[in-house]
């Protein structure tokens, strides 16, 4: 039987494995804090940092929120972030993107301190995450690993395929999976034969934001199949880049969307946000 890999359900235990240790760092003086950046009126943007700030609560982490006017000037934005950078209260810096037009993302990024990047979004984490030097990992390609963990697959000599080649998830996702010793295949939009490449996957990452893209009977039998991807339907529907009905009968394990990856986004801003606490 197929395995639907309950993300909602791993993601609290390592939020409540969290809280606990939260809890112990407090009792030693030490409250894990993290500032939330929310540039304009974005309603996602508005969602997911309601969400995160949320998390934390529950946590017992600190959340310092800065909401900033959408034309907020850029040299403003990165006085706050030295601001941020030089205040111990802050262990973790959260800009959410994306940002206003009129501002450089890779100049607001490359602005936070690496130590305080729980995002993994800075060069610096990006570069040591190539090399498979300690870093700050990006929440949502280490989520997708800490899932392929949860049921138990080593990802060690297995074909991974990962289709989409972002700089936040499907980049870092391949070189975490190449550390991992998984032979590695990323697809992109200029990709001769999906459906072939698909195929051969053991393990499939499909990050590509394209309503159920993926078809079932690309699916090697027994396949692990973790669909990043989150797509709202002309009737309102969340679905994944992955046909979850079909897919679900050829994998031998499946997330979920909405109820797989997503969840795990959040669990591992807050896990960076205590490590980076105990520097
Ligand atoms: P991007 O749009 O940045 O990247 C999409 C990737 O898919 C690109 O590399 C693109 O290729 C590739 N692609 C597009 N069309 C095709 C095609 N026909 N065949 C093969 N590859 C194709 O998206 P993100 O990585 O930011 O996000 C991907 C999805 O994941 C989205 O639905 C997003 O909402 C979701 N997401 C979910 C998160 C969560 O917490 N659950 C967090 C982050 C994202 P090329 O490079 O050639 O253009």
């Not at 209260?89 to 993107?97: D, E, R, W, Y």
């Not at 046909?243 to 394990?253: H, L, M, N, S, V």
Request: positive net charge; glycine residues 8%; proline residues 5%.
């Amino acid at each position: 039987m197929t395995n639907i890999i309950d993300g909602k359900k791993v993601a609290l235990k390592i939020r409540d494995e969290l809280a606990l240790e939260v809890s112990k760092l407090r009792e030693n003086g030490i409250t894990p804090g993290l500032a939330v950046v929310l540039v304009g009126t974005n309603p996602a943007s508005e969602v997911y940092v309601r969400m995160k700030k949320k998390a934390c609560q529950k946590a017992g982490i600190e959340s310092y929120s800065h909401e900033l006017p959408s034309n907020i000037q850029q040299d403003k934005l990165l006085s706050l972030i030295d601001n941020l950078n030089n205040d111990p209260k802050v262990h973790g810096i959260l800009v959410q993107l994306p940002l206003s037009k009129h501002l450089n993302e890779s100049i607001v990024i490359n602005h936070i301190l690496p130590e305080k990047d729980v995002d993994g979004f800075h060069p610096i984490s990006i570069g040591k995450l190539l090399l498979g030097e300690k870093c700050f990992r990006p929440c949502t390609p280490a989520g997708i690993m800490e899932l392929i963990d949860s049921i138990g697959i080593d990802p060690k000599g297995k074909q991974a395929v990962v289709v989409g080649r972002s700089n936040i998830v499907g980049k870092p996702v391949s070189f975490m999976l190449l550390e991992r010793h998984a032979t590695l295949t990323i697809c992109h939009s200029r990709t001769k034969d999906l459906p072939a490449e698909v195929k051969r996957a053991d393990i499939l990452i499909a990050a590509i934001g394209k309503a159920n893209f993926i078809k079932g009977d690309w699916i090697k039998e027994g396949a692990v199949v973790i669909d990043v991807g989150m797509n709202r339907t002309s009737d309102g529907k969340l679905v994944g880049d992955v046909e979850f009905e079909t897919a679900k009968d050829r994998a031998g394990a499946i997330t979920p969307v909405p109820g797989g990856v997503g969840p795990m986004t959040i669990a591992m801003l807050l896990k960076n946000t205590v490590e980076a606490a105990k520097i």
